[in-house]
């Protein structure tokens, strides 16, 4: 069964840090390019980061460049976020993705180019 399980979530107050991670399994990551996804309430799912097949090329959504970093360990068959100086608004659940597609500085896929998604796991900033 082709799966991708997301963990790291959790409450952290404003200016704190989470790593999230994404586990695939029934698959090897190595050939596909992963994105980030959040949606917090009564908004839409927003693509936030998204990392090539290699990891050598990587975009970020505005809200969150500079702060949030995307990278992958295809030996373990995982990719993760760090999030640093977390706010308030970064409050959403978080879902990764995984598609056969292109991602760079050049190109930010749209969630509907991606094949599999996660479950999601919950982020709240919160003091």
């Known amino acids: 069964q082709l799966q991708l399980v997301e963990s790291g979530g959790g409450l952290v107050q404003p200016g704190g840090s989470l790593r999230l991670s994404c586990a695939a399994s029934g698959f090897t990551l190595d050939y596909y390019a992963i994105g980030w996804f959040r949606q917090a309430p009564g908004k839409e799912r927003e693509g936030i980061s998204c990392?090539?097949?290699?990891?050598?090329?990587?975009n970020y959504a505005d809200s969150v460049k500079g702060r949030f970093t995307i990278s992958r360990d295809n030996a373990k068959n995982t990719v993760y976020l760090q999030m640093n100086t977390l706010k308030p608004e970064d409050t959403a659940v978080y879902y990764c993705?995984?598609?056969?597609?292109?991602?760079?500085?050049?190109?930010?896929?749209?969630?509907?180019?991606?094949?599999?998604w996660g479950q999601g796991t919950q982020v709240t900033v919160s003091s």
């Open positions: 993705a995984a598609g056969r597609i292109s991602c760079g500085s050049y190109y930010f896929p749209f969630s509907g180019e991606y094949d599999y």
């Open positions: 990392t090539s097949r290699s990891g050598g090329s990587t």
